[in-house]
């Protein structure tokens, strides 16, 4: 069947450090895989956009990498704020038609 | 700008009973979404528009029904509820049809069915 793993346990980060998140898929070849930003009772936010051509993206201090070999993307903050303290969703666009399959997600918490 | 907007916000319905969740967007986009959020669960696609005038099923799309009412609305009704239908209903839009996008999500209706 196929699945789209995100660690279900949260991660607690200290201020300044770098937050890695893992995204695995199985049984699925996405086409394009996108993060989101969700804070509680809210929407979620679209964060970055990879193609399954592009091996990383960045914007400020956000980086994502696809390994489609792997079948992994990892998700980074860097210089973490608390501010970023949020949960993280993993979307996979299997056909390039935005019908996107998300993981459930991850919490981060970055303490001060 | 307000993006994409839901009502209502909080919704209480028996089981049997109707409703419509509303959903609207003032950025011109020619796709929208409807997905539903449960606990522990991720966000599962119901139904989707393309483009005005076309509608198609998603992952879960049993027991609803939707309406591309023109390009700004998209309308997701329940006809029956059933208390598995209780979930946080998201809406959303994509400026581009058929093929990857930016999505834009709306605020979310939070639907209870006792």
């Known amino acids: 069947s196929q699945k789209i793993e995100q660690n279900s346990e949260a991660l607690n980060i200290q201020e300044g450090k770098t937050a890695t998140l893992t995204c695995n898929y199985t049984n699925y070849s996405p086409a394009y895989l996108q993060w989101y930003r969700q804070d509680p009772g809210r929407g979620p936010v679209f964060l970055l956009l990879?193609?399954?051509?592009?091996k990383e993206k960045r914007k400020e201090r956000l980086k994502v990498t696809f390994d489609t070999t792997l079948k992994q993307s990892l998700f980074h903050i860097t210089a973490s704020q608390p501010a970023d303290s949020a949960t993280y969703l993993c979307?996979?666009?299997?056909?390039?038609?935005?019908?996107?399959?998300f993981g459930k997600g991850n919490q981060v918490v970055v303490i001060p | 700008n307000a993006g994409v907007t839901q009502t209502p916000k909080f919704q209480v319905l028996k089981t049997g009973q109707s409703m419509t969740l509303q959903c609207a967007q003032d950025?011109?986009?020619?796709?929208m979404y409807w997905y539903r959020q449960d606990p522990g669960m991720g966000l599962r696609l119901i139904y989707y528009?393309?483009?005005?005038?076309?509608?198609d099923k998603g992952e879960v799309p049993n027991g609803y029904n939707v309406s591309r009412l023109n390009k700004r609305e998209f309308s997701l009704r329940l006809e029956s509820a059933a208390p598995s239908q209780t979930s946080v209903y998201f809406c959303?839009?994509?400026?581009?049809?058929?093929?990857?996008?930016?999505?834009?999500f709306g605020p979310g209706t939070r639907l209870t069915v006792l």
């Open positions: 990879i193609r399954e051509n592009e």
């Open positions: 950025m011109n986009h020619n796709s």
């Open positions: 959303a839009s994509s400026e581009l049809a058929g093929t990857t996008d930016t999505q834009y």
């Open positions: 528009s393309a483009s005005e005038g076309t509608t």
């Open positions: 979307a996979l666009d299997m056909d390039g038609n935005n019908r996107l399959a």
